[in-house]
Every structure is written in C-alpha cells, then in structure tokens.
C-alpha cells in the first residue's frame, strides 16, 4: 500500500523568495515520485520525477526536489519564486518495477501564492 | 500535437439524472485514465485502458459508474443515477507505453461535474 501526504494544504511565498513543498510517502516497495502542477483553468503537468536514478531531480521552471530514503520525502524546491509559480502543486508516487506508472497515488495538493 | 480533450468542462445536474463524460486522448495513445478530485480530497485512479479493454478498474466507487471505450479511441464515463457525492473534477490522461517510466501521462483540464 502506498500513501503520500504534502504538509501544507496552502503556501504563501514573496516573489523572489525560496518555495518549498513537502511531500512525504510511505510506500511497501520502492517508489517512483513525481511532483505535478496545475495552473487554473489547465490540466495537471508534470514538473519533475524520480526514478531511482540521482537522487537530487532537476525539473522544468527551476524546480527541483531531492529524494531522501531516510526521511521517506520528497520535497519541492525552487530558489527564487515567480509569479508564474502560483498554481496547485501535486506529489504523487507509484510502485518501481510496476507494470503501469500512469496509475498514481496522490497527495492532497499544495497551492502556493505568490505575492509582490 | 494535439492535447487531451475533455468535454464538457463544466456539467450541473440534479441528483438521480444521467451525466456522460467524454475524454479524447493524445492520437496514438493506447493507455487512457480516467481520474477523480471530490472537492477537499486527493486525485484518485479510477479506471485504466488500453486500447479498449479495461485493464484496471479496482478504483471505481461503485456500479453507478460506466466506462467504455469502444474502438479503442475516446472514452466515455457515464454515472447513472448521479448522487450527490459524485460531485468533483473528473480528469482524463493518456500515455503511449506506461511500462515505461519515461512515458509521461497528459492529462485534460478536467470536467468539474456538480451534482445538485
């Protein structure tokens, strides 16, 4: 069984300010993760994702979010917020070595506010 | 290339009444989800697809619920009688070959049914 739980049902950051996201999982089998957004009015994006691979994922926008085993976490960061950012974030995890990645488990989204 | 469609964005019916969602995946596309947001909650699997035949639908809530996607091209997602608790964003992602973690899902900007 896996679980994901994003601490923080709302972020408010300054422009220009560091964002981060948390994301934690719990996860019987080794997890693939990924980080999605949506922007209003749009469908979900993918923004980044880990699959075993380095552990620190680079993703687009300037995104990035480490993979740390020991804390079970995943969290999204970006150095410097823009005003574009504003949107819901969604961290979503899937069994490695599973026959479909495209069957999710979500957490409960994020949205972050970014303020002059 | 053309995106996920989803139609209607928006659909409001009375409690019992019959509503049809429909997606039309990326062209090409074999694998085709279907997702579910109720309003404060996670993103939840529904059903998978590939080509027509349903290769997983464990997360249907219950047999109000219909899907079908008959020459293996768009999908429907019918909920017959509509209860009150269906209500929620109902979203549409497809993706060529979800054996492969490379192979990202696009996902449609949703249908957001309210059942009054």
């Known amino acids: 069984a896996q679980s994901v739980t994003q601490l923080g049902s709302h972020v408010s950051v300054s422009e220009g300010a560091l964002v981060l996201l948390r994301c934690n999982y719990s996860s019987s089998v080794p997890p693939y993760l990924f980080w999605y957004v949506q922007y209003p009015n749009q469908g979900l994006q993918l923004l980044l994702k880990?699959?075993?691979?380095?552990?620190l994922v680079k993703g687009i926008n300037g995104f990035e979010a480490e993979f740390k085993k020991s804390e079970t976490s995943f969290h999204l960061t970006k150095p410097s917020a823009h005003m574009s950012d504003a949107a819901e974030y969604f961290c979503?995890?899937?069994?490695?070595?599973?026959?479909?990645?495209?069957?999710?488990?979500f957490g409960q989204g994020t949205i972050l506010t970014v303020h002059p | 290339e053309a995106g996920v469609t989803q139609f209607p964005s928006h659909s409001v019916i009375e409690k019992g009444q019959t509503v049809t969602l429909r997606c039309d995946p990326i062209?090409?596309?074999?694998?085709l989800y279907w997702y579910r947001r109720v309003m404060g909650k996670e993103i939840k699997f529904l059903l998978h697809f590939v080509k027509e035949s349903k290769q997983d639908e464990s997360g249907m809530p219950n047999n109000r619920f219909l899907a079908e996607r008959t020459g293996g091209t768009y999908s429907t997602l019918k909920v017959q009688p509509a209860e009150l608790e269906d209500s929620g964003v109902y979203f549409c992602?497809?993706?060529?070959?979800?054996?492969?973690?490379?192979?990202?899902?696009?996902f449609g900007n949703g249908t957001r049914l309210t059942v009054t």
């Open positions: 979503a995890v899937t069994p490695a070595g599973g026959t479909s990645y495209g069957k999710l488990t």
């Open positions: 062209s090409g596309h074999d694998n």
């Open positions: 880990y699959t075993s691979a380095a552990t």
């Open positions: 992602a497809s993706s060529q070959d979800p054996g492969q973690v490379a192979s990202p899902l696009h």
